[in-house]
């Protein structure tokens, strides 16, 4: 794997003196709370900054200190002296911004999925971390940036939110040792908890309802499955990040190994996600559909309608099971 030194990463946020800091599409609290915190580190030490993801901030992370620097575009015009990508397995999952980010010279790819990074230049690609807030938490520590409070909410959001609360099999005695230190810096685990996972908008709890209601199994019932149409997310009044966090449900399913969620997107191809027990790696059937992901979360898109999506899917899934 190419990895750079901590050494050279602080270094790279030393010299530089403004910066673009790119996430990626469909935002999670790993790829936001890491940019937030970055966002924040950076104007601190004086540096002129610009937060940007291809797709909107969820309002479930709108809680974020930092988050209010996050845009949709580059400032018209604004020319930059480096660029950190955080949370991206390639410059593909910038979406929109990945052209833009092809130009930098100068760039820093925190990431902790199996890919190598573009090349470009720097890279702080850890897979065996559980976040990039684990690494981002290293790199401010190389740096000697106080980690204050903002920053500890920030970076513990995109820990617990990657680790799924602790639960997932990513969790080592370093993850508990940082969130420690987060908390101790003034990070609260309640406050995060409550933000993201235990307030839910109408819309969103009225779609979780409509993909519940339609769970299906498969393979002996060890794959489980729903989805999500266009129909539905506009009956429910809901947009596509309110499908976040369903495809966890629909794993739960008693005796599944593998949950999955189909979502009609709004140019009528189809999302997948992927979700599956520890010791099933899942990963290998998002990247044979051209995406890619974690051993226990992984997804992809397909250029299908919806129920095309699912037969394909399914199919390859109830093969891949041995059936
Ligand atoms: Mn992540």
Same mark, same amino acid.
């Given at each position: ?191 995060? #908890? ?57 794993? #739960? ?71």
């Amino acid at each position: 794997m190419i990895k750079n030194s901590f050494q050279e990463a602080a270094r790279f946020l030393i010299d530089n003196r403004s910066f673009l800091i790119a996430g990626h599409v469909n935002p999670d609290g790993d790829t936001l709370g890491g940019m937030c915190a970055l966002a924040l580190a950076l104007k601190r030490m004086g540096k002129e900054v610009a937060a940007v993801c291809a797709d909107e901030v969820p309002d479930s992370y709108r809680f974020l200190p930092g988050s209010e620097y996050i845009m949709r575009q580059i400032p018209k015009g604004a020319v930059y002296d480096a660029a950190i990508v955080v949370d991206c397995d390639g410059l593909g999952r910038a979406g929109e911004l990945a052209q833009t980010l092809r130009k930098f010279n100068r760039m820093l790819e925190i990431d902790h999925h199996q890919g190598e990074g573009s090349g470009i230049g720097l890279t702080l690609i850890f897979s065996t971390a559980a976040s990039c807030g684990e690494i981002i938490y290293n790199l401010m520590q190389q740096a000697s940036i106080e980690i204050d409070s903002h920053i500890a909410d920030c970076l513990l959001t995109a820990i617990i939110t990657d680790t799924g609360s602790y639960r997932f099999t990513n969790v080592t005695p370093d993850t508990l040792r940082i969130s420690a230190d987060l908390v101790q810096a003034g990070g609260s685990p309640c406050k995060i #908890s409550q933000k993201v996972y235990d307030t839910r908008t109408l819309s969103a709890t009225k779609l979780l309802g409509y993909a519940l209601s339609s769970i299906c199994t498969a393979a002996d019932g060890r794959i489980a499955y729903t989805s999500v149409s266009k129909a539905q997310m506009a009956d429910a009044g809901a947009d596509e990040s309110e499908t976040e966090g369903i495809v966890n449900y629909v794993r #739960s399913v008693k005796g599944a190994e593998i949950g999955v969620l189909f979502r009609e997107s709004s140019d009528g191809g189809t999302r997948i996600s992927l979700r599956s027990v520890a010791g099933v790696d899942i990963s290998p059937i998002a990247r044979m559909f051209g995406g890619g992901g974690h051993k226990v979360a992984a997804g992809c898109s397909l250029n299908l309608p919806l129920t095309d999506a699912i037969d394909k899917v399914l199919e390859a899934l109830i093969s891949w099971m041995g059936y």
